[in-house]
């Protein structure tokens, strides 16, 4: 499986918006699988927060962001998003995109070897 590459952070307020997007390193369209989005707040590991199955378009949510972010991908599979409305300030941390699985509805990252990752940062 190839890199992952994130961007898309940024520093907003309470209430505000952005959209983070997830690509493989060599730009080729994802084949069938998982892809979730990890958020890692200061002091914490990295925890799942949503995924999407890039073959059937399933979709998993943590109880913290559901009803407020929405994972997607594009129609040629080229990049998965993140659209995260309404952020308040426990949603800052750095997020990871990862190769993941959903044990139980749980979503877990098939890897603890990190990329880059973008930043979040939300203020009041």
């Known amino acids: 499986q190839e890199e992952l590459m994130e961007s898309g952070g940024g520093s907003v307020q309470t209430g505000g918006s952005l959209r983070l997007s997830c690509v493989p390193s060599t730009r080729s369209p994802f084949a069938n699988q998982c892809i979730g989005w990890f958020r890692q707040a200061p002091g914490k590991e990295p925890e799942g927060i949503a995924a999407i199955y890039t073959g059937s378009n399933s979709t998993y949510y943590d109880d913290s962001v559901k009803d407020r972010f929405a994972i997607s991908q594009d129609g040629a599979k080229r990049s998965v998003y993140l659209q995260m409305d309404r952020l308040n300030p426990e949603d800052t941390g750095m997020y990871y995109c990862?190769?993941?699985?959903?044990?139980?509805?749980?979503?877990?990252?098939?890897?603890?070897?990190w990329g880059q990752g973008t930043q979040v940062t939300v203020s009041s």
């Open positions: 990862q190769y993941c699985r959903t044990p139980g509805n749980i979503i877990r990252p098939n890897s603890h070897t």
